[in-house]
């Protein structure tokens, strides 16, 4: 069981105030992925659940019973940092022991536990290897052994892709999604990646400045954002977020459009403008779209086969339905 | 481009970094020389180099006038002790330093080295009389603690340096993985620090070993190390060269063969942390 409720929790560092007072409820089995901007208070929220950091005040419990002034290991909890901290001086074996070792569990059990996850995560042959002999992605996988093997009520995972290069990353984070489908135990995942977060969570909590500004399901945050933040950080490319565009605005001070919601044309369109950047992703082009008559630069998604370059004119119209209206606050319109 | 180096410069420079080595290991060498020397020999102006007739003697009489194995089984004691004693108290203070600074802690560290600026003289008259207050005057014990105090400022901010190059996410994983304070700082602190606290160990010894104020107020026969040795041999009637000489060879052959073995060792301690 991993249930974690977090009741009021706020974190002070002397006179700055990162977390102000916070509610948050992540319940048995779910991903959640605690995502924003960097120094927005994620990998502070996460250390105060595991432990590693004193909250200021409120209450954290885990399973019902009150967590709050335990030490990280009596929480039964596993991390997995960014940088591995793996010990360098043992081998992949004794890394992956450690927390058996230090709970007491049998010999016996130990080297059961060790073979099923160093079977489940391809790391056999490397059992007698030092981390230092290990490529990034072979360590990444020796934290998570090292966790699995706690069988914790919770993992943790602080940005633990940060380190790898562009495809491994995307290996781990699909290894990282069955770790979960087949453990079904409670993740919580700390990323600035709002990719990352999108394709893995259950449940994304969007950060800013120590508060939550929004928490749902990853299509929840993108169909309906609740404010222009997050409006803006969910999705890739970004929201076009357009404030002068005439009758479209029905009252709204902001409305957002999204870059695939906007249809591109050479002959006719709401808005006429001159292509700026051309980014060729080869399935997709992204066109970013200056002298419409707004104020603002438009991102457009048009199909790969869509040819148009630096200086070429296009017509831009935006999908009527789709668009998000934000009141003067920065609030959705309902 | 890199720097063209040509084979002249590098003789040049081989010439130069040979004749600075020669000039520091010069009055070692003397010593040892003299050594093998009749005291005749060992004051003959001008001064012999190499071909004089060689000679064991004041090994000999060196052996015969005083016991030798005694001093330096003192030495090794209280260098050996001290230096144990102080790592056993300055890990667990350089871990906190470390890894739970405070806002103090640079003072603190600051504040424990300048006491190493204090010249020791100053201090000498109180701990003499505390010494004989508990009845520690020329004991191994009381050496034990009066060195080791003396080196732990070194020995904390040495360990200090190399404790900060640990990265504190290890220590928060063993955290997470359920090792007690205890277990943290015996299972994964001091193996990944063992290079930096085999150095300091060393250094340590050595500092121990050599240091002469201590050794030679505080104990008179019994708990004499090899410094007082030596000081046996300038005797107030006139120096013997040679004999002070081959003293001194005797005193300071192991802690020289100790450093050789492990000069690898204390070039990277003392280095350690200097670069990136």
Known sequence: MGRITLDKVSKSFGEVEVIPPLDLTIDDGEFVVFVGPSGCGKSTLLRLIAGLEDVSGGEIRIDKQP??????????????????????????????????KMAGIPEAEQERKIA?????????????RRPGQLSGGQRQRVAIGRAIVREPAAFLFDEPLSNLD?????GMRMEISELHKKLATTMIYVTHDQVEAMTMADKIVVLRAGVIEQVGSPLELYREPRNLFVAGFIGSPKMNLVTGA?????????????????????????????????EHLGSDTFLHVHETGLAETVTVRVGGEFDANHGDTVYLTPEEDKIHRFDGEGLRIA | MARAVTTQRKTINTIFAWAVGLLIFFPILWTILTSFKTEATAIADPPVFLFFDWT???????????????????SVIIAGGSTILGVIIAVPAAWSMAFVPSKRTKDILLWMLSTKMLPAVG???????????????????????????????????????????IPGEILEAARMDGASLREEIIHVLTPMAVPGIASTILLNFILAWNEAFWTLNLTAAKAAPLTAFIASYSSPEGLFYAKLSAASVMAIAPILVM??????????????GAVK
């Open chain 1, 166 to 170: 562009a495809a491994l990353r995307v």
């Open chain 1, 67 to 100: 967590a709050t002034h335990l030490p990280p290991a009596k929480r039964g909890l596993a991390m997995v940092f960014q940088s591995y901290a793996l010990y360098p001086h043992m081998s992949v074996k004794k890394n992956i022991a450690f927390p058996m």
């Open chain 2, 56 to 74: 064991l003697e004041n090994y000999a009489v060196v052996q015969e006038r005083s016991n030798y194995m005694r001093f330096l089984w003192n």
């Open chain 1, 246 to 278: 005439g009758d479209l605005m029905q009252g709204a001070a902001t409305i957002g459009v999204r870059p695939e919601h906007t249809a591109a044309s050479k002959t006719e369109g709401r808005w006429k403008g001159v292509v700026g950047v051309s």
């Open chain 2, 123 to 165: 201090v000498l008259y109180p701990i003499y009389l505390l010494f004989i207050k508990l009845g520690i005057l020329d004991t191994r014990v009381g050496l034990v603690v009066v060195m080791m105090l003396i080196n732990l400022p070194i020995i904390v901010w040495m360990l200090y340096t190399y404790f900060k190059e």
């Open chain 2, 259 to 272: 450093g050789w073995f492990s000069q690898k060792q204390l070039v990277r301690g003392l280095t350690f």
């Open chain 1, 116 to 128: 099923d996850a160093a079977a489940a995560l391809n790391l056999t042959d490397y059992l007698d």
